[in-house]
């Protein structure tokens, strides 16, 4: 089974700094999601990566296939980037399946 | 908007009766995940079906099933319901099958069992 764990859990930041939440697993995998959970509910699709790094306006996401850890960053962070930031993997076996295994999420909140 | 809907978006009712959860992916989309996430779980992964197949199947109750149909809508049906399986359902679809393709949320159905 792979575990995929986050942290910090609840991160508080002031408008403006640079943000990293940081994401490692158990067992190797060949991919990994990072997802967006706004405080309505609403989960968005932030990156799938599978290797090296990807960047998409102020979010980073890089991956370390061999150290197991990704991490998720935010540039310039801004006060409409307050949600819940997840990372899944996919099981050990699925690689033909897409199921994945979730963190319990990091809550981050930024202040103006 | 992901493209990926879900109904309904509320739905409250009370231990032992049955619903029907109904998930339309993106256009073009073949493969339909379910998720529950409840406050003291996190997000789970339910059932995965690929046009119109189950391929994979996760932490799924006896009491829960589902189906692909022909159009690729898929439905989620949960009976004789538990206080416990009061959570939000999401549907995902993605164009392929594989770990290596993003993956669509829907909106979410939120269930109360009262």
């Known amino acids: 089974k792979n575990e995929v764990e986050q942290s910090p859990q609840n991160l508080t930041a002031q408008e403006g700094e640079f943000i990293t939440i940081n994401c490692s697993y158990s067992?190797?995998?060949?991919?990994l999601h990072w997802l967006q959970q706004h405080p309505g509910g609403g989960i968005v699709s932030l990156f799938m990566l599978s290797s090296g790094k990807k960047k998409h306006g102020r979010l980073i996401a890089t991956i370390n296939i061999q150290e197991k850890h990704s991490s998720l960053h935010i540039t310039a962070s801004h006060p409409r980037d307050s949600a819940v930031y997840i990372c899944?993997?996919?099981?050990?076996?699925?690689?033909?399946?897409?199921?994945?295994?979730f963190g319990k999420g990091t809550k981050l909140s930024v202040k103006p | 908007d992901s493209g990926v809907t879900q109904t309904p978006k509320h739905l409250i009712t009370a231990t032992g009766q049955r619903v029907t959860l109904r998930c339309s992916p993106r256009?073009?989309?073949?493969?339909v995940y379910w998720y529950q996430q409840s406050l003291d779980q996190g997000l789970q992964f339910l059932i995965q079906y690929y046009n119109g197949e189950e391929r994979a199947k996760g932490n799924i109750l006896e009491r829960f099933s589902a189906q692909q149909f022909p159009d690729l809508h898929s439905e989620l049906n949960l009976s004789s319901l538990e206080l416990g399986d009061s959570a939000l359902y999401f549907c995902?679809?993605?164009?392929?099958?594989?770990?290596?393709?993003?993956?669509?949320f829907g909106p979410g159905t939120r269930l109360t069992v009262l």
């Open positions: 256009s073009g989309d073949l493969s």
């Open positions: 899944a993997a996919p099981p050990p076996y699925g690689g033909s399946q897409g199921n994945l295994i």
């Open positions: 067992v190797g995998i060949s991919a």
């Open positions: 995902a679809s993605s164009a392929a099958g594989d770990s290596y393709n993003e993956q669509f």
